[in-house]
């Protein structure tokens, strides 16, 4: 299986970004898919989950109303839309099949700076 993030870059604060992750080697349909992070010396962080068989969405309170997961089954893919981004919103975005990001991409990274 393998999971590819692109989409990351630099953004000034409160701009946005989009980030997609495509899967190969699985097919997800009916699965959680979740986006994690991992900020400059801080632990993996949990961004995110989709439950892409009903479209439910959950999101821990430091990106609710922000940012918005989204899955398309028949391409395979996964989003992340991230609008009003913050400095500390700044860290390497994974795509992951779990929410403890143990198995993973090889991440995206977000600089959110002036």
């Known amino acids: 299986e393998q999971l590819v993030e692109s989409g990351g870059g630099l953004v000034q604060p409160g701009g946005s970004l989009k980030l997609s992750c495509a899967v190969s080697?699985?097919?997800?349909?009916?699965?959680?898919m979740h986006w994690v992070r991992q900020a400059p010396g801080k632990g993996l962080e949990w961004v995110s989950s989709?439950?892409?068989?009903?479209?439910?969405?959950v999101y821990p309170n430091s990106v609710e109303g922000r940012f918005t997961i989204s899955a398309d089954n028949a391409k395979n893919m996964v989003y992340l839309e991230m609008k009003a981004l913050k400095p500390e919103d700044t860290a390497l975005y994974y795509c992951?099949?779990?929410?403890?990001?143990?198995?993973r991409g090889q991440g995206t990274q977000v600089i959110v700076s002036s």
């Open positions: 992951a099949r779990d929410q403890s990001g143990t198995r």
């Open positions: 080697g699985f097919t997800f349909s009916g699965e959680w």
């Open positions: 989709i439950q892409t068989g009903n479209g439910m969405a």
